[in-house]
């Protein structure tokens, strides 16, 4: 527990014992912070922190099984012989009791739900500016409706502390149990199966995560948050607290008895909240991307023919877009850091999300069929109201051309393999890019100045082109690298996703990613500046010096406050802004006997254009650091837990 969670926790504890729900700011009794009695008189009681041997073994429902699986042969003759695969008991190590030490991590993380209906509020202003969050908001809608429902209960209750415990002791036996599914199933009967009597933890889990990533983006002053946590440093402390909460159900579900969509959603939004609150090149958020990889695996959610097996069309629609959303986070994070993805896509069924409403997909029948007409050859809807869908289709297609970039730019291939693999990737890539629908695309919509669209829709449409540009950056540096040629398209790109980088933080979008977008292509053209200062001329390729300077000088103010204290970001921003800066003035003001910039970059002492290679500009900008590596607490369980 930080410093400050801990005064906070002091100052908890001499507060009054009772204050209505609607305050979020709820502080548990004198009772309850001491040593709880058992959850109910038939659950047996055991040491603490300990577990019956029964209760140690993990889940043994083992999920997806694929074609070189020791049971596959047998599951190819199901009609030959009288077989059945041999699946153990579905119930988990929550089924028969839950030990006290789990029972009180479950009891705080519902009490802080509880006692910060903040958390609802954050979720739905959320929804309102974002566009192509991967949760259908139907789906968060029923999850929210359920747990109001099952508070405003707790309201009337004469005994609060008992009900929590009751329920959940409730929410261990719901999650103990897999999700089942069947092919009339309706979207009601689907809801209903992990809310209300049968919330699981992986929904409390997925509220705290989206509340977490709302809370990352909500200004300190927003009324909301000022009346949730009006201390000093309450905000902080808030969005440590969701942190904490969400890691707290990550571990219960880690032994829970299945694997399915939703958990892929909770982790997915959990890794995002991550990357925000410990930064992009944190090692917890990356590990965490390697456990959203096993559920999608595990789940068999990379295959479209157990994606749609006994599932009514709306589930197989959304387990495509937990798989989509989960590839996306991986060629995404990988890319930022440089690694190899964790989701291989010749492994993968590669099918995009329709481009189609939810509400029509819940609905089914004559309203789905006529909106399936609507789809065209290309799989694009006709009619262009689907923007969700079609964002989220098209994001989907980025990404799959952003790990055949990363194969080449990762990869071993020799210089004249990355050249015939990069003119396939960029012939592909404008294939695609011409084939999507003009209402999609940044650098053909023409907006009407009469009827101005809401802010998220244009974020979603700059966002998607961004990632496709810098897909075809990636390669592009990767043949100037290894070729020294394509110096002039590189420069080109780069210039124009650092123009539209400046576009969005013009407008302050507190969603825009200047790092993972802005600094590659920034630094490249920072990069070049200064070897053309540096070095007599002729250069074959010459930026626009005036644009590129003024474009370049914009970005590092931007690195001023684009990510605040306390943001995951911040460092290495701050660290970013200096070197930049130090460059921009070399560039200005170029010293009487400058070192040369290969010498610093990648010791480099010929002519041609530097290699930015690892030993260059990251080198130079100290991405890594072993002692900046986060460990998940969770391996180190402290006795405080996270409740203030």
């Not at 005036?546 to 990510?563: D, G, H, K, Q, Y």
Request: proline share 6%.
């Amino acid at each position: 527990m930080t410093k400050d969670a801990s005064q906070a926790q002091a100052q908890a504890q001499s507060r009054p014992a009772k204050r209505a729900r609607t305050e979020s700011s709820h502080t548990p009794s004198p009772a309850s912070t001491a040593a709880p009695p058992s959850a109910s008189a038939s659950t047996p009681t055991v040491q603490y922190g300990l577990r019956q041997p029964e209760q140690q073994r993990p889940s043994t429902t083992p999920g997806y099984l694929g074609s070189t699986s020791f049971s596959a042969v047998f599951s190819e003759h199901r009609t030959d012989i009288s077989f059945e695969e041999g699946t153990c008991a579905p119930d988990g190590v929550f089924s028969k009791s839950t030990d006290h030490y789990r029972l009180e991590s479950g009891l705080e993380v519902i009490r802080f739900l509880y006692r910060h209906p903040v958390c609802e509020t954050l979720i739905r202003k959320f929804y309102a500016g974002h566009l192509m969050a991967a949760v259908s908001v139907l789906i968060i809608e029923a999850i929210l409706q359920s747990i109001r429902r099952i508070f405003d209960e707790l309201d009337r209750a004469k005994d609060t502390e008992k009900h929590l415990r009751d329920l959940v002791q409730r929410i261990f036996q719901a999650s103990a149990h897999p999700l089942t599914s069947h092919a009339s199933m309706t979207v009601d009967e689907y809801f209903a199966s992990f809310t209300d009597a049968n919330l699981r933890w992986e929904v409390v889990g997925l509220v705290l995560a989206t509340a977490g990533i709302a809370m990352m983006s909500t200004a300190d002053s927003d009324p909301d948050v000022q009346k949730a946590a009006p201390e000093p440093q309450g905000a902080e402390m808030l969005r440590t607290q969701l942190v904490e909460a969400s890691r707290t159900c990550l571990l219960f579900c880690a032994t829970a008895a299945s694997v399915n969509e939703l958990l892929g959603f909770y982790q997915y939004n959990d890794m995002l909240l991550r990357t925000q609150y410990y930064g992009d090149t944190s090692y917890a958020a990356w590990r965490k991307l390697g456990n959203l990889t096993a559920t999608i695996y595990a789940a068999g959610l990379h295959q479209e023919n157990t994606r749609g097996a006994n599932c009514p069309p709306f589930l197989h629609q959304w387990r495509k877009i937990s798989f989509a959303a989960a590839f996306y986070a991986d060629k995404s994070l990988s890319t930022f850091v440089g690694r190899p993805p964790f989701i291989n896509y010749r492994y993968c069924s590669i099918s995009a999300p329709l481009d189609i409403r939810d509400e029509d997909l819940i609905a089914g029948g004559e309203q789905l069929s006529q909106a399936m007409a609507n789809i065209n050859g290309d799989g694009w809807n006709m009619k262009g109201n689907t923007l969700r869908g079609s964002m989220l289709r098209l994001r989907f297609h980025v990404a799959v051309l952003r790990e055949q970039a990363l194969e080449i730019a990762l990869g071993t291939f020799d210089d004249e393999a990355i050249l015939r693999k990069y003119n396939e990737l960029i012939q592909a890539a404008q294939n695609l890019w011409q084939s999507c629908p003009v209402y999609l695309r940044h650098d053909q919509y023409v907006h009407n100045e009469g009827n101005p669209e809401p802010p998220n829709i244009t974020f979603a449409r700059r966002h998607i082109y961004l990632d496709y540009l810098y897909t075809v950056f990636l390669v592009q540096r990767m043949v100037a690298k290894r070729t020294n040629t394509g110096h002039e398209a590189l420069f080109n790109t780069s210039r124009e996703v650092l123009a539209i980088i400046l576009e969005v933080t013009g407008e302050r979008h507190p969603g825009v990613d200047v790092l993972y977008y802005g600094l590659p292509s920034a630094s490249t053209l920072a990069f070049e500046l200064l070897r053309q200062t540096q070095e007599p001329g002729p250069h074959p390729v010459m930026p626009p010096r005036p644009e590129t300077i003024r474009n370049l000088s914009v970005f590092v103010s931007c690195l001023s406050w684009v990510a605040t204290p306390g943001q995951g970001n911040y460092r290495t921003c701050k660290a970013v802004e200096k070197k930049l800066s130090d460059i921009l003035d070399q560039i200005l003001d170029p010293k009487p006997d400058p070192q040369p910039v290969q010498g610093f970059l990648d010791g480099n002492a010929g002519g041609g254009y530097p290699d930015h290679d690892a030993a260059g500009l990251y080198s130079l900008l100290n991405w890594y650091n072993p002692d900046s590596i986060e460990f998940d607490p969770f391996e180190f369980p402290v006795k405080d837990g996270f409740l203030l």
